[in-house]
Structures are given as structure tokens and as C-alpha cells.
T-cell receptor
């Protein structure tokens, strides 16, 4: 099991450029998440998906779009990058929710710099 | 809305001495609480979780945490620090019935001196 993988690991963009971050999981998890991590702020949820073909906004969705065309993949897009989007991006996944709570499994992160 | 406050941004201990990382939470519902660890340039790894069973929760690598409802706290402890424990630690709260709203604390950086 590779768990949760993210592509690319590093990227530098110029302001206004676009890019897509790819997250893949091989655990057959229903739920997937995109977070950003900024110094002194912990992780904040950007968007999430509760299943193939469905997405929803999190705490800080502005400037990002997502798609979940396949259960195992969750894509995060930046249409017009801004310096404020310089951050480390983490993808996570978890199985379906029933009674109780299941932990999220995290990818290794993508470090994005926007100049 | 729920939230988490990690009371120390940085904790420094000597190897072999106890570790205490403090976390207070706020939640309108029955909370689920987690501690995650992040080593440099790595993703987050679950240390332990509380989900309304035993209030004293044991995790990996000798860590444990105690849920205290009256104090709204979930402090992380370890009896004896090891050099490999040096990392960033995150306390996380979520509603048991809506885990799509996990709230992370700002993190505590643990330094272990030889």
C-alpha cells in the first residue's frame, strides 16, 4: 500500500499561472480532503469530497477548485495563482463515516511558492 | 463552532525527561480529539485519538493523552523523551457526527536536547 501520494512535491509558479495538484489514495477511502498549512496556523481545510463526483467547500476555498472524477483521485486546481497561495498543501483521506470517528491519513505534502 | 488552542508554540526538554504538550478545546457537541505528529518535511501521522470511550488514551511511541471534560483539555504526555520525538505536534478536534469539520491547533514544536 502506497497510502496517500501527492504530485508534485515542489513547484514554483509566477503570479497568474495555473496548476493542478494531484492526490491519489489506494485505501479505497470514500472521503478525501485538501488542506493548506501556513506557519503558526496549523492546517486549514480548503475543499473536501465525500465520494466520487461530489465536492464541497471547506474553511478557505477561495481561489481553488477541485474535482473527484475517480474515487482514488482528488485534484486541486489553482486557476490564477497569487502570492497568498504560497503554502504547503496536504491531501488526506478517510473511510466512510458511521458511528464513531476515523482518523485521516495524510500525504507527504506539496510545497508551492508563488512569486 | 469548535476550536483548539495549543498553549505552547515551542517546548524544549532534555532527553529522558517527561514531555507535556497542552491542548484545550472548545466544542458544542461531543468531541472527537486527536494528536498528530509531523516530522520535518513529512506528512502528519496519527499518534492517538479519543472518541468517547476511555478517557485515558494510549498511542504510539509511548505517548498518551487524557480527556478531561471539566477542564476541556486533552494534554499529550510521555514519561521519557527520546531524540526521535523532536517534531511538530498538532491537537485536532472534530464533531463525532461531522468529521468533515476538523479543526487543527497551531502546533507545538518539540525540541529534545541531548
Amino acid at each position: 500500500n502506497a497510502g496517500v501520494t501527492q504530485t508534485p512535491k515542489f513547484r514554483v509558479l509566477k503570479t497568474g499561472q495555473s496548476m493542478t495538484l494531484l492526490c491519489a489514495q489506494d485505501m479505497n477511502h470514500e472521503y478525501m480532503y485538501w488542506y493548506r498549512q501556513d506557519p503558526g496556523m496549523g492546517l486549514r481545510l480548503i475543499h473536501y469530497s465525500v465520494g466520487e463526483g461530489t465536492t464541497a467547500k471547506g474553511e478557505v476555498p477561495d481561489g481553488y477548485n477541485v474535482s473527484r472524477l475517480k474515487k482514488q483521485n482528488f485534484l486541486l486546481g489553482l486557476e490564477s495563482a497569487a502570492p497568498s497561495q504560497t503554502s504547503v498543501y496536504f491531501c488526506a483521506s478517510t473511510r466512510s463515516w458511521g458511528v464513531g470517528t476515523y482518523e485521516q491519513y495524510f500525504g507527504p505534502g506539496t510545497r508551492l511558492t508563488v512569486t | 463552532a469548535q476550536s483548539v488552542t495549543q498553549l505552547d508554540s515551542h517546548v524544549s526538554v532534555s532527553e529522558g525527561t517527561p514531555v507535556l504538550l497542552r491542548c484545550n478545546y472548545s466544542s458544542s457537541y461531543s468531541p472527537s480529539l486527536f494528536w498528530y505528529v509531523q516530522h520535518p518535511n513529512k506528512g502528519l501521522q496519527l499518534l492517538l485519538k479519543y472518541t468517547s470511550a476511555a478517557t485515558l488514551v494510549k498511542g504510539i511511541n509511548g505517548f498518551e493523552a487524557e480527556f478531561k471534560k471539566s477542564e476541556t483539555s486533552f494534554h499529550l504526555t510521555k514519561p521519557s523523551a527520546h531524540m526521535s520525538d523532536a517534531a511538530e505536534y498538532f491537537c485536532v478536534v472534530s464533531d463525532q457526527y461531522n468529521n468533515n469539520d476538523m479543526r487543527f491547533g497551531a502546533g507545538t514544536r518539540l525540541t529534545v536536547k541531548p
